[in-house]
């Protein structure tokens, strides 16, 4: 073999490589962004686990500015579905009081009465 051949393969494997590396730091890329949706997601429809994310990201994570910014994003999200939670919450039970009757509170308050409970015993009798 010559001198300019052996050149020529050196060259080709340092590109060769330079393309695996490119290839392999997008797939981490692209691994750490279905890995930042998942946290998105439990995030928002489950509520605890956003702290999870966002303690994990945030002070465990490799210090990048991506891990940090979902770590934050995702204590966002849990704190927006808790409140949209909360608030459902006291809808429904306020929708849901509002359709008992009033007066079985004024029985009850007949009952207490001396009176009536004369009159009540009364009538057990």
């Keep these: 073999m010559d001198q300019p051949s052996i050149q020529n393969t050196g060259k080709n494997n340092t590109e060769a490589y330079r393309a695996l590396l490119e290839i392999d730091q997008s797939e981490r890329t692209f691994k750490s962004r279905q890995n930042y949706s998942h ?16 303690i994990k990201y945030v002070f465990f994570g ?13 204590l966002v999200l849990t704190i927006i579905s808790t409140l949209i939670s909360i608030w459902t919450m006291r809808m429904f039970f306020k929708q849901a009081t509002s359709t008992l009757p009033n007066h079985g509170n004024n029985i009850i308050e007949e009952l207490i009465t001396p009176e009536n409970q004369k009159k009540f015993k009364e009538l057990l009798q």
């Design 39 to 54: 946290a998105y997601i439990l995030s928002l429809f489950i509520p605890p686990f956003g702290i999870y994310f966002f």
């Design 62 to 74: 490799d210090g990048s500015v991506e891990d940090t910014k979902a770590g934050y994003i995702s």
